[in-house]
């Protein structure tokens, strides 16, 4: 009886140290996620703001049209004046290649005809003409390009030079207003689009008016009549 009793008790003792221990392992896994949920308000609170803002540099290119556009268009213009051969020399180029292209587009008709009912020599000829035409076209399209990116560096070096003098002579309240990174954005992003602007509007705008006008020319020279159904129709839509 005396051993049951010790052995009854050992039992009981072992019993409360085991409830004891899942008491404090209960009790810790309690405080862990307590912590754990008090300290995510926090570094979800604090985290946005320590992480930097994007900045101007960052964001995109607005399409905005600028508050005074005639005032811009006119200063863009006499940066482009300086500079009046060389983009005279582009209009040229351009106009060269441009016509070129539909000469050589032209050019195919007379070759698949002499297929038909010319010679052999009529033949090589034509296709000898057509090549040298486009020859001609591509060595235009290289010469504009070049001047192109030439004249557009000039300009923006003079954009970029009168830009800087005239920071040096602001006062520091207009520093001040200024957000972060908009200085700066003065002289990459949007000295950028101008480059953008030279390098591609110009010369895409003449070569689209002539090859826009040089096409209905040639479509009415082949067939008035087919023309001007596809000319009515195209002036409906």
């Excluded at 040096?168 to 207009?174: H, N």
């Excluded at 200024?178 to 700066?184: F, K, L, Q, Y």
């Excluded at 950028?192 to 895409?204: K, P, R, V, Y």
Aim: glycine residues 8%; contains cysteine.
């Amino acid at each position: 009886p005396s051993c049951g009793v010790s052995t009854a008790g050992q039992t009981a003792f072992s019993r409360t140290l085991m409830s004891r221990e899942r008491a404090q392992r209960a009790s810790a896994s309690t405080t862990v996620g307590t912590r754990e949920a008090a300290s995510a308000p926090c570094t979800s609170s604090v985290t946005p703001s320590l992480r930097p803002r994007p900045g101007p540099m960052a964001r995109q290119l607005s399409s905005k049209k600028p508050k005074r556009l005639g005032y811009t268009v006119g200063r863009l213009l006499g940066y482009m004046g300086h500079y009046k051969l060389l983009f005279f020399a582009v209009a040229l180029l351009v106009t060269v290649s441009a016509v070129a292209n539909l000469a050589g587009t032209y050019m195919i008709r007379p070759v698949v005809n002499s297929l038909d009912g010319g010679t052999w020599q009529e033949f090589v000829s034509g296709v000898v003409l057509t090549a040298c035409v486009y020859g001609v076209g591509v060595l235009c399209a290289l010469g504009y390009t070049q001047c192109m990116v030439s004249v557009a560096q000039k300009a923006l070096y003079d954009i970029r030079r009168d830009l800087f003098a005239h920071l040096q002579d602001l006062p520091l309240v207009w520093f001040d207003g200024r957000n972060r990174g908009d200085v700066m954005s003065y002289f990459t992003n949007d000295v950028d689009t101008i480059a953008d602007a030279l390098n591609n509007s110009f010369a895409m705008v003449i070569q689209s008016f002539i090859q826009m006008t040089g096409t209905l020319v040639m479509l009415f020279v082949l067939n008035w009549k087919l023309s001007l159904i596809v000319a009515v129709c195209y002036a409906a839509m």
